[in-house]
């Protein structure tokens, strides 16, 4: 996804890539906003221009097969985290592996969405919904790995604020000392109910709703 992709968000966007090209952007991040916001598609757009072979100087190239993996969602070193529920006939212990093959057809369907529309297209709306600790475990593993790419390593993590306090726990060390060339963005909608040891590893990006005109003029675009 490319960042013009993402509608309005022009400030927000041009924080991230001064931050790139002064290097000053963080191994983690935090990117924050209400319910109702593109931040999780501007996570995605970020990392694109991240692993881009020829980034121009306010978005990623496009023709590059690392931009053509991240229009698929099928870059190699690209992975999601996100809250689930226990379905029937899932494996005792559950991660967000066994759910790749909907999160990607969910969120290539989608710019915004909200954690009821995810739990409803699994059909667990009516279940308590976590980020557990074997979850955690795969995320740490994931990292440790050599990049199958040649570039970097992400992990995107949606509503991190559901992680279980001992997978939040055994995330810290990752969070402080990630694997080299690596990066985990959390994508939150209340950044205070994570831990404040979590949150004090972040660099921090408030998101805000787009507004009406910017999104009218997006839809204009992309007609």
């Known amino acids: 996804m490319l960042l013009k992709d993402v509608p309005g968000l022009d400030a927000e966007k041009n924080k991230l890539l001064d931050s790139v090209r002064r290097a000053h952007n ?9 319910s109702g916001t593109a931040s ?4 995605i757009a970020y990392a694109q221009y991240l692993a881009c072979k020829e980034p121009g100087e306010t978005d990623s190239c496009g ?5 053509k993996q991240f229009q698929k969602l099928s870059y190699p070193d690209l992975h999601f985290s996100f ?8 494996p005792r212990e559950l991660n967000c592996e066994y759910f790749q093959k909907e999160w990607l057809q969910f969120i290539s369907a989608r710019k915004v969405f909200s954690l009821n529309d995810w739990l409803n297209e699994l059909d667990v709306a009516n279940k308590q919904a976590q980020i557990n600790v074997d979850e955690a475990a795969r995320l740490i593993q994931k990292l440790s790995l050599k990049s199958y790419s040649g570039g970097p390593k992400f ?7 559901y992680l279980h306090p001992s997978a939040a726990n055994k995330l810290l060390k990752t969070l ?4 080299a060339n690596s990066l985990i963005i959390l994508v939150s909608e209340t950044p205070e109910r994570l831990l404040k040891t979590i949150t004090s590893r972040c660099q921090k990006l408030y998101v805000p709703r787009a507004k009406e005109s910017e999104v ?8």
Request: charge should be negative.
């Open 26 to 34: 963080s191994h983690a991040q935090l990117f924050y906003g209400l």
């Open 40 to 43: 999780f598609s501007l996570a």
């Open 63 to 67: 023709q590059c097969n690392h931009c």
């Open 83 to 90: 809250p689930f529920a226990r379905v029937a006939g899932a």
């Open 155 to 161: 992990i995107i993590i949606y509503l991190p604020e």
């Open 176 to 179: 402080e000392e990630p694997s």
């Open 216 to 223: 009218r003029q997006f839809l204009i675009n992309h007609q």
